[in-house]
């Protein structure tokens, strides 16, 4: 996903020269052929991401478009009211593309683990927030990023993730894309968890259970619209996210359903990190097994809330 | 010069003040008595290096405020934006009437300038030490565009406590930003006591110096220094150029003149407007 992204900013920088890339201090090679063929528009401007930030949103109020790379953490926690400031504050057309979205980084610890990138992001106004699934809807997403006015955060996954999603539904930033209907269950997605989440949907079929998939790639602006209505049509939702629990999707979509004031109630769930730091390193899926970030939990989740007695009764 | 320093006793600058300086100082006292409040020992700090910039360097347009040719400046010192409001308004690019709706709800002028609200400010600061970095930035693109306007940056001293005014330093630097020059007012005074008390900077010629610029000290309060500073940038053609302006908070008037009470006031009574007037009375 990530190669995908900066391909495609080598891509586009080719056909419209307001494109401009920014890194921190990647590794050896980044973007080489950029460098090479538009060496004008290629800087890379070493562990101070508060600068970079600042001279990003400098050039936007020029005209340019910005993208800018380096490990998530760092552009959410590191340089916080830069973003705040300069991108949201000035609506400056910048990207930032940013790795180890998420578990990704579970070998290096906390330090690296964008666990609540979400939250940080969503509480600033004029943000958008993507998190593609997979390197397809990558490409589907980043000629979008061209044109968008204000900053957006894009959210890169580990880099060959099983390919899930398809273009029957174009990629529509702030558009949420059904990925498959049903009517006793609602599972929410974002980014790569939208595998485990037609795992899931797959497994309950068999257990005689038709469970909807609706997946966000773009966390912000919200689709409420869509949401309610898949939510709507059934009693049980459960959300699913590489993320802290608090203030990312499943907030986005609790705060979304409350407000919603149904007349049936739902029964619902959140599916994250439960408020910890991770305490263990091994990988990205290691981690996501230890929190229940799976096909097979989710499934559960799905079946408990069905079972209660509460969602029985809806169920008549 | 008439200014030490290194000496941890407030500085002391004689430089009198002509009747251009003295007027700007007043319309920054009216707008005190019309907001009731504002950082008034940051403004009369920089009113010589805002006027001689204004009225002799920059080039701009209060007509076309975002025209493509202009020079840029960043104020990045947001909070001394009581003497850039009087002067933008003086050059025209928005009424004398919003000097006096200053912090009141139905104008444009607040206690930090704020980008796509004030005709002609660049980019909005207050909180410090983000304004060099959009001056790189814009410098950057001059650079990439082949235009010939130039940036200029107004920071302080209390400012250049914060690293990210450190990182934006070593960018312009290492991109050899010639079109770039930076302002220091260098007040030696920040919130709650001096400088060389609260994080001392010296030597910080030498540090803007190791860090790659090419710097010129002055006073300044003197008009005359200032314009024979500016008119030798860029002192580098290949590097950007930093002005240390030695100059007193709260200049012109002697109960402000180093007085930290005065660094931001808030209930100005009219007795101390009175007062404010007295001692910036024009003959």
């Not at chain 1, 991401?49 to 340019?64: H, P």
């Not at chain 1, 380096?70 to 340089?79: K, M, P």
């Not at chain 1, 699913?240 to 007349?263: C, R």
């Not at chain 2, 330093?169 to 260098?186: F, I, M, P, R």
């Amino acid at each position: 996903m990530r190669k995908t992204s900066l391909d495609m900013v080598y891509e586009l920088a080719r056909q419209d020269k307001r494109i401009i890339f920014i890194g921190s201090d990647l590794g050896i090679g980044t973007l080489k052929q950029f460098k090479a063929e538009m060496p004008d528009r290629f800087l890379m401007e070493g562990v101070s991401e508060a600068n970079i930030v600042g001279i990003a949103a400098g050039l936007a109020l020029e005209g340019k478009i910005v993208y800018i790379n380096t490990i998530a953490t760092f552009l959410t926690r590191r340089c916080f009211e830069q973003v705040a400031l300069d991108l949201c504050l000035h609506n400056a057309n910048v990207r930032l593309i940013a790795s180890g979205g998420g578990l990704v980084y579970a070998p290096l610890g906390p330090t690296h683990e964008a666990i609540d990138d979400f939250a940080i992001f969503r509480a600033l106004p004029r943000m958008t927030i993507v998190a593609p699934a997979d390197a397809d809807e990558m490409r589907r997403l980043m000629p979008l990023t061209v044109d968008h006015t204000g900053p957006i955060y894009i959210r890169l996954g580990k880099g060959g993730d099983p390919i899930v999603t398809n273009d029957r539904v174009p990629f529509r930033i702030g558009k949420a894309i059904p990925m498959r209907e049903g009517s006793d269950a609602l599972i929410v997605s974002t980014g790569v968890m939208l595998k485990p989440a037609l795992d899931a949907a797959s497994s309950l079929e068999q257990a005689g259970i038709d469970a909807a998939v609706l997946h966000l790639p773009t966390v912000k602006p919200f689709d409420s619209g869509t949401l309610l209505e898949f939510a709507s049509r059934v009693p049980v939702v459960v959300s699913v996210e590489e993320h802290n629990v608090i203030g990312g999707l499943g907030s986005a979509v609790a705060e979304t359903m409350a407000e919603a004031n149904f007349d049936a109630p739902k029964r619902f769930r959140r599916i994250g990190l439960p408020d910890v730091f991770p305490d263990k390193y091994g990988s990205q899926a290691s981690l996501m097994a230890r929190y229940g970030l799976t096909a097979d939990r989710i499934a559960v989740a799905v079946e408990q809330l069905l079972q209660t007695a509460n969602a029985k009764e809806l169920l008549k | 010069m008439s200014i030490s320093p290194t000496s941890s006793n407030a500085p002391v600058n004689t430089t009198p003040l002509d009747r251009r300086s003295k007027e700007l100082r007043r319309k920054i006292v009216r707008m005190i008595e019309a907001g009731g409040r504002g950082h008034v020992g940051s403004a009369f700090s920089l009113v010589e290096m805002l006027r001689i910039l204004y009225d002799e360097v920059l080039r701009f347009d209060p007509v076309n405020p975002r025209w493509p040719e202009r020079d840029r400046f960043v104020l990045s010192k947001g909070h001394g934006c009581l003497a850039l409001y009087v002067l933008l308004a003086e050059k025209g690019f928005f009424p004398e009437s919003e000097l006096w709706k200053f912090c009141k709800s139905d104008g444009i002028l607040g206690g930090h300038p704020e980008y796509g609200k004030v005709p002609g400010v660049e980019a909005s600061t207050g909180s410090l030490g983000h304004g060099l970095s959009f001056g790189v930035g814009f410098a950057l693109n001059a650079r990439l565009e082949r235009a010939r306007h130039r940036t200029f940056v107004i920071c302080s001293d209390g400012e250049s406590n914060e690293g990210s005014l450190w990182e934006a330093v070593l960018c312009a630097a290492k991109h050899k930003l010639s079109n770039l020059t930076v302002l220091l007012d260098y007040n030696k005074q920040q919130s709650y006591s001096t400088t060389y008390e609260v994080l001392d900077l010296e030597p910080f010629a030498d540090k803007w110096r190791a860090f790659g610029f090419a710097v010129e000290e002055a006073d300044g309060h003197s008009v005359p220094e200032l314009r024979a500073a500016l008119s030798r940038t860029p002192f580098d053609p290949r590097k950007p150029s930093a002005i240390i302006c030695h100059t007193i908070k709260g200049k012109g008037v002697s109960f402000v003149e180093n007085n930290l009470n005065w660094h931001h006031k808030n209930k100005v009574t009219p007795e101390e407007v009175k007062a404010l007037l007295a001692e910036l009375e024009v003959d």
